[in-house]
């Protein structure tokens, strides 16, 4: 039991690493971790509400900004250059192996420099507009569902390649780590309440999305699941305009 417990503890440790800019040890050998998406998400969430405390006798556009400055920096920006790797390869398109070699390349074209452009105005735009109550709510959507639905994806997608991130969270996420990430989502629905079911379905836009990339090169790359993430985040803060 003991040894049970030390294991999935090194898994949530290494699921806070592989999202966050937390100093912890990534191992990326470790299987199920995520299983333990949300509760990066639900950390994430609380960061972004108390500084948004601290702010808030700022303009709303300058909060919005540094406030979106922190959520990137979170992440290490690490899923805006997915985000702009997957822009570069499914906007110009292409056949299979010229989509991966696109994505695995370091560079960023017109394309990916387009996206994060307008991601990012999208998310300080949305945020500066959302009122100060609403604003806490969706911070929390946001983070938390979008990473919930990358543990999603992980299951019901396989992998593009037989290595890399893609493949070591499609190939290690099953039902236990489904479920155990719901049961991590569950509080949720007391915390929002009648809100629930409107941030969820911000959700519903970017599935399909990850659906067609997932179609175009034949399963889950890293890129996919990083581009994934930015597109809910984003989906959930419009959602919370209703």
Known sequence: MLN??????????????????????????MPGLSAYFPLVGWLLGF?????????FFLPALVRSFIIVLFWELFSRFLHL???????D?????????????????????AFGV????FLLIGKITLISSLNYKDS????????????????????????????????????????????????????AVFVFKSTF??????????LPIAAFMVKKVGGLTGDILGATLELSE?????FFLF
């Not at 979008?146 to 969270?169: D, Q």
């Open 114 to 117: 387009s996206a994060i452009i």
């Open 234 to 238: 984003l989906f959930v803060l419009f």
């Open 197 to 206: 079911f409107i941030s969820f379905a911000g959700l519903l836009f970017p």
């Open 47 to 55: 960061l972004l509400i108390i500084l948004n405390k601290f702010l």
């Open 136 to 187: 806490h709510l969706a911070f929390l959507a946001a983070a938390l569902f979008s990473r919930y639905l990358l543990t999603v994806i992980s299951f019901i997608f396989p992998a593009a390649k037989s290595s890399g991130l893609g493949w070591l969270m499609a190939s290690t996420t099953g039902f236990k780590e489904l479920l155990i990430a719901t049961f991590c989502i569950l509080p």
């Open 4 to 29: 049970f417990f030390k294991k999935e503890l090194s898994k949530i440790f290494t699921a806070f690493s592989f999202l966050s800019i937390l100093p912890i040890s990534f191992r990326d050998d």
């Open 89 to 109: 390869a499914f906007i110009r398109g292409g056949k299979k192996e010229e989509l991966l070699k696109i994505m695995a390349d370091s560079k960023i074209g």
């Open 81 to 87: 250059d997915a985000l702009a790797d997957a822009a």
